[in-house]
């Protein structure tokens, strides 16, 4: 029998009975989250498949694998990290989650449906191991760990969001891609003010040796993410080729773009202490940042 104790311990671990909601930036991207969704019954499906080689779509298809399988593991970790921030009483953060995991659901049933339109399926595990790898590299139940790992993962969305955007082989296609930017980039602006805030705990309770221990210790988890983005780019050489893609190019982006945003948070949770605020423009990441 589970005793009523025991039963308290669990709730008090879940429930607040008034959660305060005073972390205002993240209550902000809250809103945002709420007030910008949109839905794959919004994209015109009907707009002509421009005359594309079989070939290309071929290959556009095995180049968009990666795609489909990030969103919906993307889909699995976040909602996983729900319960661990209830757990945390940082019931803002749940708030945006619950928004973000909608965001990953809808982009799944958006490339779910372009595979449709193209007529083709996805590689197999079987015959893309690496892309399954590299996500099993993300996952974690420490929230800053597995915002490190998603921090690569939305990194590499948002640039191949962008190249396809700039690319503009099907007007569908762009559509969804300028769509999927604008939540990648809230996404990574949540990263940035978590990590912020975990941050300036970090200094203010811990000290300064121990918040720099722990982000060499996240330094080393986003240098171990990004190894996984390699393999998969490699397993799909010719075809990036074939669709205009850069591997080197997307290669040293991933690194250095998440690099100096995990840089740029870490210094945002150390400024945190002595007063300095995130400005409003700095919750919102561009592809360049």
Same mark, same amino acid.
Request: glycine letters at 6%.
């Given at each position: 029998?589970?005793?009523?104790?025991?039963?308290? @311990?669990?709730?008090?671990?879940?429930?607040?009975?008034?959660?305060?909601?005073?972390?205002?930036?993240?209550?902000?991207?809250?809103?945002?989250?709420?007030?910008?969704?949109?839905?794959?019954?919004? @994209?015109?499906?009907?707009?002509?498949?421009?005359?594309?080689?079989?070939?290309?779509?071929?290959?556009?298809?095995?180049?968009?694998?990666?795609? #489909?399988?990030?969103?919906?593991?993307?889909?699995?970790?976040?909602?996983?990290?729900?319960?661990?921030?209830?757990?945390?009483?940082?019931?803002?953060?749940?708030?945006?989650?619950?928004?973000?995991?909608?965001?990953?659901?809808?982009?799944?049933?958006?490339?779910?449906?372009?595979?449709?339109?193209?007529?083709?399926?996805? #590689?197999?595990?079987?015959?893309?191991?690496?892309?399954?790898?590299?996500?099993?590299?993300?996952?974690?139940?420490?929230?800053?760990?597995?915002?490190?790992?998603?921090?690569?993962?939305?990194?590499?969305?948002?640039?191949?969001?962008?190249?396809?955007?700039? #690319?503009?082989?099907?007007?569908?296609?762009?559509?969804?891609?300028?769509?999927?930017?604008?939540?990648?980039?809230?996404?990574?602006?949540?990263?940035?003010?978590?990590?912020?805030?975990?941050?300036?705990?970090?200094?203010?309770?811990?000290?300064?040796?121990?918040?720099?221990?722990?982000?060499?210790?996240?330094?080393?988890?986003?240098?171990?993410?990004?190894?996984?983005?390699?393999?998969?780019?490699?397993? #799909?050489?010719?075809?990036?080729?074939?669709?205009?893609?850069?591997?080197?190019? @997307?290669?040293?982006?991933?690194?250095?773009?998440?690099?100096?945003?995990?840089?740029?948070?870490?210094?945002?949770?150390?400024?945190?202490?002595?007063?300095?605020?995130?400005?409003?423009?700095?919750? @919102?990441?561009?592809?360049?940042?």
């Amino acid at each position: 029998m589970v005793s009523l104790r025991q039963v308290n @311990i669990v709730l008090m671990n879940i429930y607040k009975v008034l959660p305060d909601l005073t972390n205002e930036r993240q209550m902000r991207l809250w809103y945002q989250g709420i007030n910008k969704q949109w839905s794959a019954e919004d @994209i015109d499906w009907k707009k002509a498949m421009p005359n594309i080689k079989k070939s290309k779509l071929d290959d556009l298809a095995k180049v968009l694998t990666p795609v #489909l399988t990030g969103e919906q593991s993307a889909l699995y970790s976040v909602t996983g990290l729900i319960p661990v921030l209830g757990h945390r009483s940082e019931v803002e953060g749940q708030f945006f989650l619950t928004t973000w995991a909608v965001d990953e659901a809808r982009h799944t049933e958006l490339f779910t449906r372009y595979f449709h339109r193209l007529n083709r399926e996805p #590689l197999s595990i079987r015959r893309f191991p690496s892309g399954y790898l590299f996500q099993s590299r993300i996952i974690s139940k420490d929230p800053v760990e597995w915002l490190t790992g998603v921090l690569v993962s939305e990194t590499l969305a948002q640039i191949v969001s962008h190249e396809f955007r700039e #690319l503009d082989f099907d007007p569908v296609l762009s559509e969804i891609c300028a769509g999927i930017l604008d939540d990648e980039a809230r996404h990574l602006g949540f990263n940035h003010v978590y990590m912020c805030d975990r941050f300036k705990e970090i200094y203010e309770k811990d000290g300064v040796e121990k918040a720099e221990t722990f982000a060499a210790h996240l330094e080393k988890r986003r240098l171990y993410v990004c190894e996984g983005v390699a393999p998969i780019l490699d397993a #799909l050489k010719d075809e990036l080729v074939s669709i205009g893609m850069d591997r080197e190019k @997307i290669i040293y982006e991933v690194d250095n773009i998440t690099k100096r945003r995990l840089e740029k948070s870490i210094l945002a949770g150390r400024k945190a202490t002595e007063g300095e605020k995130i400005k409003d423009e700095d919750m @919102i990441v561009a592809v360049g940042e």
